[in-house]
């Protein structure tokens, strides 16, 4: 996935920005009496850190590939600056390169001696064919294909985001 990168240039101080952004998420804590899964009810989730922040859109379904925005701030004259992107949480990022690894590495052995079995006619493979000529790569199909629906349907919520953040920060996108 490629990263696009944002700059935006706030007039707020450095420990304003992070105030602000504070006050204007919720802290992402898990609950089990909320239809989001987290405590709160403000439109975006994240954590603060020193000069370092992340926010997601507020979702009531599970979409783990729409994009959060990652940020750094930093002071510079009359304000300070912003840097950030959208990209999915790193864990699903591992998942999903796990997971294709593993379709690859068991997959094609299990294909090809499939397909060898049909064009040759010999049954060296057991159980139904169209199994080991159709799983194999619809895994692979859904391990590339779900992050990027998942992406799609994330859109809207980045532009969201991006624009409570300009708002929230009274920022400039440069």
Same mark, same amino acid.
């Given at each position: 996935?490629?990263?696009?990168?944002?700059?935006?240039?706030?007039?707020?101080?450095?420990?304003?920005?992070?105030?602000?952004?504070?006050?204007?998420?919720?802290?992402?804590?898990?609950?089990?009496?909320?239809?989001?899964?987290?405590?709160?009810?403000?439109?975006?989730?994240?954590? @603060? %850190?020193?000069n370092?922040?992340?926010?997601?859109?507020?979702?009531?379904?599970?979409?783990?590939?729409? *994009? #959060?925005?990652? =940020?750094?701030?930093?002071?510079?004259?009359?304000?300070?600056?912003?840097?950030?992107?959208?990209?999915?949480?790193?864990?699903?990022?591992?998942?999903?390169?796990?997971?294709?690894g593993?379709?690859?590495?068991?997959?094609?052995?299990?294909?090809?001696?499939?397909?060898?079995?049909?064009?040759?006619?010999?049954?060296?493979?057991?159980g139904?064919?169209? @199994? %080991?000529?159709?799983?194999?790569?619809?895994?692979?199909?859904?391990?590339?294909?779900?992050?990027?629906? *998942? #992406?799609?349907? =994330?859109?809207?919520?980045?532009?969201?985001?991006?624009?409570?953040?300009?708002?929230?920060?009274?920022?400039?996108?440069?």
């Amino acid at each position: 996935m490629s990263r696009n990168a944002f700059v935006l240039h706030s007039t707020l101080t450095p420990n304003a920005v992070a105030d602000a952004l504070r006050r204007s998420i919720d802290e992402q804590r898990w609950t089990l009496f909320s239809l989001s899964g987290y405590k709160g009810k403000l439109p975006l989730l994240g954590e @603060v %850190g020193e000069n370092t922040f992340q926010v997601q859109k507020r979702k009531y379904y599970r979409n783990d590939f729409a *994009g #959060r925005f990652f =940020g750094r701030f930093a002071p510079e004259l009359g304000g300070t600056r912003i840097e950030g992107y959208f990209d999915y949480p790193r864990w699903a990022r591992y998942f999903m390169r796990i997971w294709l690894g593993f379709a690859v590495l068991v997959g094609t052995p299990i294909f090809v001696g499939t397909l060898s079995d049909v064009i040759t006619g010999s049954n060296y493979m057991r159980g139904d064919r169209w @199994v %080991g000529l159709i799983v194999p790569p619809a895994l692979v199909l859904f391990g590339t294909v779900l992050p990027r629906i *998942g #992406r799609l349907l =994330g859109k809207s919520d980045e532009r969201f985001m991006l624009e409570h953040i300009q708002i929230t920060l009274a920022a400039r996108i440069e």
